[in-house]
């Protein structure tokens, strides 16, 4: 009788950056075997590294990127969007033949732009992005639990390998994730008014309270409601990775804002003439929405 357990999904699964999302990955694999033989961890300092290697949640660390990723056959890139199209130029002549690219990052279409051209033939690209996080960064903040019950959304490029595509779907549905696929486009519009916008505003809202006179900003402080303190936690967010975030969805985010900005003028002028039943309808829509959240498990 053969009783030797089943290969894993992946043999060697290499993380090029560690912060968050990278650390509740390779804690999500060492608490799943199936889904990985060898994790191997890189990142920008060897301060980092040092502390994974404490955490014990890799198997082996490389300040390398191009050592990190060879012989692995899925790299996912975790480090901020930004650093993308570098990271892509460096480990391509070292990617194994057959093996799969993808990454965790909140913008898509940036990705493809930036990673595809660097795809060697017979190397797949599959961009995905868990939508899970915290206000909370670096290898101590990740916890295995991370991404169970949330949506990981699959952006692959037309003509991608169709077993790629299901390798990486087996693989976020093994960290506890729900997957999507979507056209990246598609993608970038979406997050822009559900996650982009949203912190966009928390960081502008947090902002005007840093610049009043030194007494209101005080009282702002001291009397904080519970809605100023969601935007603070919000707020809390690493900057590097939003400023990418940003910068690389421009567009569908200024569409976002615009849209936004033509609704806050309008629920101004309904505040300013007492418009009572427009203010109202605006407070219940947002009910509703909440309430669709809470039945969708996604609240």
Not at 81 to 108: C, M, N, R
Not at 183 to 193: E, T, Y
């Amino acid at each position: 009788m053969n009783t030797n357990p089943p290969a894993p999904l992946f043999a060697r699964v290499a993380l090029l950056g560690i912060g968050l999302i990278g650390s509740s990955l390779a804690r999500a694999m060492r608490a799943r075997p199936g889904l990985a033989g060898e994790i191997v961890a890189n990142a920008r300092t060897e301060a980092t590294l040092a502390r994974v290697r404490e955490l014990g949640i890799v198997d082996r660390t490389e300040t390398d990127p191009a050592a990190a990723v060879a012989g692995a056959d899925l790299v996912i890139l975790c480090a901020p969007v930004g650093t993308y199209e570098s990271l892509a130029a460096a480990i391509a002549p070292h990617l194994a033949p057959g093996a799969i690219v993808s990454d965790v990052g909140s913008t898509k279409r940036s990705v493809i732009r930036d990673v595809g051209p660097h795809i060697p033939a017979g190397v797949h690209l599959v961009p995905a992005h868990p939508l899970a996080g915290t206000e909370h960064s670096g290898p101590d903040a990740g916890f295995a639990e991370l991404f169970d019950g949330r949506w990981a959304i699959l952006t692959p490029p037309a003509g991608t390998d169709d077993l790629a595509v299901a390798r990486v779907r087996s693989f976020w549905e093994g960290c506890g994730a729900m997957v999507e696929t979507m056209d990246a486009d598609h993608h970038d519009r979406v997050l822009a008014i559900v996650s982009h916008l949203p912190h966009l505003i928390a960081f502008t809202i947090c902002g005007t309270a840093d610049d009043l006179a030194d007494e209101s900003r005080g009282q702002v402080l001291k009397f904080a409601a519970s809605g100023f303190r969601d935007f603070t936690r919000i707020a809390a967010s690493d900057p590097v990775m939003w400023r990418d975030i940003f910068l690389n969805n421009k567009d569908a985010l200024l569409e976002m804002l615009a849209r936004f900005t033509e609704d806050a003028q309008a629920m101004a002028r309904a505040v300013r003439w007492g418009d009572a039943g427009y203010i109202e309808d605006k407070v219940e829509r947002g009910r509703a929405i909440r309430r669709s959240l809470i039945e969708l498990n996604q609240a």
